[in-house]
T-cell receptor, first 113, second 114 residues
Framework: EADIYQTPRYLVIGTGKKITLECSQT?????MYWYQQDPGMELHLIHY???????EKGDLSSESTVSRIRTEHFPLTLESARPSHTSQYLC????????????FGPGTRLLVL | KNQVEQSPQSLIILEGKNCTLQ??????????LRWYKQDTGRGPVSLTI?????NTKSNGRYTATLDADTKQSSLHITASQLSDSASYIC?????????????FGRGTQLTVWP
């Protein structure tokens, strides 16, 4: 069982609200990732980080932003939620080595009304 | 274009039966291939990882094979159990970037019936 946690697990929110999805890991991993996954579809990388104060956008354009102030913490923020943001958001982490396995959190299911 | 294609899209089998899931990829340059299991409402969990030089890897009742020449992989599940019901995702990593870019398939949704 990987030591990576996400909160909340489920979130229903109205359009225009600001939300922050939390992700934390206790494995000391330098690399962390955010993926977006719709039902029956593949995971899409939206943000990643190599370490503290390092953040990059992924392949899928996203209106969300991330920060990495501490190694163990990688929160994702949506300033103004819209129905198109409804999806499952998965956080993952891995060791510094390029080919190390990514460990995933349980995910946050977001529904924007 | 780097892609990962999985088949079948969904599969229903009876408890105790065996099954094989397929993965074809066009990712280049190839680094490694992983199979993940994703239970409904959970994050994916790694089952196996194979590099270019490995052609088979087992993890309990799960056996993965890799043919790097034809760019195909399979995941064989033996004596299926109800807990095997999940989505099985094939993930291929390239060697072309420091990120170790991952390419995800859409998964095969396996349902095991009693």
């Amino acid at each position: 069982e990987a030591d990576i946690y996400q909160t909340p697990r489920y979130l229903v929110i109205g359009t225009g609200k600001k939300i922050t999805l939390e992700c934390s890991q206790t494995m000391g991993h330098d690399k962390m990732y955010w993926y977006q996954q719709d039902p029956g579809m593949e995971l899409h990388l939206i943000h990643y980080s190599y370490g503290v104060n390092s953040t990059e956008k992924g392949d899928l354009s996203s209106e969300s932003t991330v920060s990495r102030i501490r190694t163990e913490h990688f929160p994702l923020t949506l300033e103004s939620a819209r129905p198109s943001h409804t999806s499952q958001y998965l956080c993952a982490s891995s060791r510094d080595t390029d080919q190390e396995t990514q460990y995933f959190g349980p995910g946050t299911r977001l529904l924007v009304l | 274009k780097n892609q990962v294609e999985q088949s079948p899209q969904s599969l229903i089998i009876l408890e105790g039966k065996n099954c094989t899931l397929q993965c074809n990829y066009t990712v280049s340059p190839f680094s490694n291939l992983r199979w993940y299991k994703q239970d409904t409402g959970r994050g994916p969990v790694s089952l196996t990882i194979m590099t270019f030089s490995e052609n088979t890897k087992s993890n309990g009742r799960y056996t993965a094979t890799l043919d790097a020449d034809t760019k195909q992989s399979s995941l064989h599940i033996t004596a299926s159990q109800l807990s095997d019901s999940a989505s099985y995702i094939c993930v291929v990593s390239d060697r072309g970037s420091t990120l170790g870019r991952l390419y995800f398939g859409r998964g095969t949704q396996l349902t095991v019936w009693p």
